[in-house]
């Protein structure tokens, strides 16, 4: 079965409205093709996505959607823009609504919706913090869940401050995030075949069940 690829563009541009965080997206997607892995991508701030925890928020909110989507890929990619030095206000919503994923776990095991999935991160700004916005965003979804590969982050910075961005001054052209772009591809491909040839059994339930029998 082909591996299939979601990546969550967390922008604050609504569509039709140039992306450079979509520009790096597309070129770690094509990429992924060549390894036969199928993607697709939601610019979340194009749904009316609602604060909150929980599954699903009620009265229209567009993220049970993007939650079913989530649930049915292999690779997660997290993308994002820098803004003020930390991801974008959208990456950390959607950060905050994948909270709601543990109370959805298997009834037996007990594993979270985004075991089994391997995830990466995509990260564009013309400020300091990419880092920063890495291991934040990767160190969350291991709670959540997935499984995280080196080498999976892949990140643009341009001149600190106001000027040209990703597109405009020629990110396509940097070695280094050709680079990473690379490595993360590779290794998402290969962590997601690893999974799937030798799922995670651990049994939450009943580790939680041991817990609680040598606990006060």
């Given amino acids: 079965m082909q591996l299939h690829a979601l990546f969550l563009n967390c922008t604050l541009k609504r569509s039709p409205e140039v992306s450079n965080t979509q520009a790096l997206i597309d070129k770690v997607a094509a990429l992924l093709a060549e390894s036969d892995v199928d993607s697709e ?18 009265d229209g909110d567009g993220w049970p959607m993007i939650l079913e989507r989530v649930k049915t ?3 997660l990619v997290i993308a994002m823009p820098i803004w003020f030095g930390v991801r974008s206000s959208v990456a950390q919503l959607v950060m ?6 543990y109370s959805q776990g298997d009834p037996i095991t007990g594993q979270y919706p985004l075991y089994g999935k391997v995830a990466g991160v995509i990260v564009t700004g013309n400020e300091d913090g990419a880092h920063d916005c890495c291991a934040n965003t990767l160190f969350n979804l291991t709670h959540l869940g997935c499984m995280v590969p080196p080498n999976v982050d892949c990140y643009w910075v341009g ?12 990110g396509d052209k940097h ?5 990473t772009a690379r490595y ?4 998402l491909v290969w962590g997601a075949h690893a ?22």
């Fill in 41 to 58: 991508t939601i610019r979340v701030v194009d749904h009316a996505v609602k604060f909150g925890v929980l599954p699903d928020e009620g």
């Fill in 73 to 75: 890929c292999d690779i």
């Fill in 96 to 101: 905050e609504r994948l909270d709601g994923t």
């Fill in 159 to 170: 001149d600190a401050g106001p000027g040209p961005s990703y597109i405009a001054a020629g």
């Fill in 175 to 179: 070695l280094y995030t050709n680079r």
């Fill in 184 to 187: 993360m591809a590779h290794n």
């Fill in 195 to 216: 999974l799937r040839a030798s799922p995670i059994e651990t049994n939450l339930r009943a580790l939680d069940a041991e817990a609680k029998s040598v606990s006060r």
